[in-house]
Structures are given as C-alpha cells and as structure tokens.
C-alpha cells in the first residue's frame, strides 16, 4: 500500500511563489509514474502535471505550462511541483497522485492518493 503525504501549501500573494513537496511510502518509488492534480471548489479534479518514474519526462496541463514545473527525488523517495508567477485562478487543493501504468492526465487512472495540500491566493 502506497501512501502520498503532501505539504508546502498556504497563502501566496499572486504573482509569487511556492514549492509543493509528496512524501511516498509503503511502495517501490521509484517505479510509479507522479502526478499533481487541482481542485478548486464547485470544480472538477484538474490535470496539473506529471512525471515519468525516472524523471526523464515530464507533462503538463495548457493552465501550468511555462509557469509551473514538477521534478522528483527517487532517492529522497519525493515529489516536487515549483509553482511560479501564481494567479488567483492556481488556488485549489492540490494532490499528489501516483500510478504503475503509463504517463495519464486522467485521475482515474491513478491508483494512490494524497489527502491534498491548500493552495490559496490573494491578490
């Protein structure tokens, strides 16, 4: 059983910056492809981005691209997503999430969940 801790959320002016960070235990890390997910209230769980299990790609959704970059840590067994030039629209919760299969930006897909860091904005 895998389990995902994620930390690093809080309150950023808009235009700053922030690093999330997901802890992993109970599984063999460095073999599951990463993810970070969004959900803000009344919306649906959005795709943030995603790293392959050794790091050597990685993914992003059209919002983040260019502004947000994700990397990870196989031997701190942790990954990361930097958030930079944050916008009052990035506040969410955000989770990290982690799957066996290949890369996919669809939550469904992933099979091990954190229970979620706050991103909030003020502008």
């Known amino acids: 059983q895998v389990k995902l801790v994620e930390s690093g959320g809080g309150l950023v002016q808009a235009g700053g910056s922030l690093r999330l960070s997901c802890a992993a235990s109970?599984?063999?890390?460095?073999?599951?492809?990463m993810a970070w997910f969004r959900q803000a209230p009344g919306k649906e769980r959005e795709f943030v981005a995603a790293?392959?299990?050794?790091?050597?790609?990685?993914y992003y959704g059209d919002s983040v691209k260019g502004r947000f970059t994700i990397s990870r840590d196989n031997a701190k067994n942790t990954v990361y997503l930097q958030i930079n030039t944050l916008k009052p629209e990035d506040a969410a919760v955000y989770y990290c999430a982690s799957r066996e299969g290949p890369y996919s930006d669809h939550s469904r897909r992933y099979e091990y969940w954190g229970q979620g860091t706050q991103v909030t904005v003020s502008s």
């Open positions: 790293i392959s299990w050794r790091g050597t790609n990685t």
């Open positions: 109970g599984g063999t890390f460095s073999m599951y492809n």
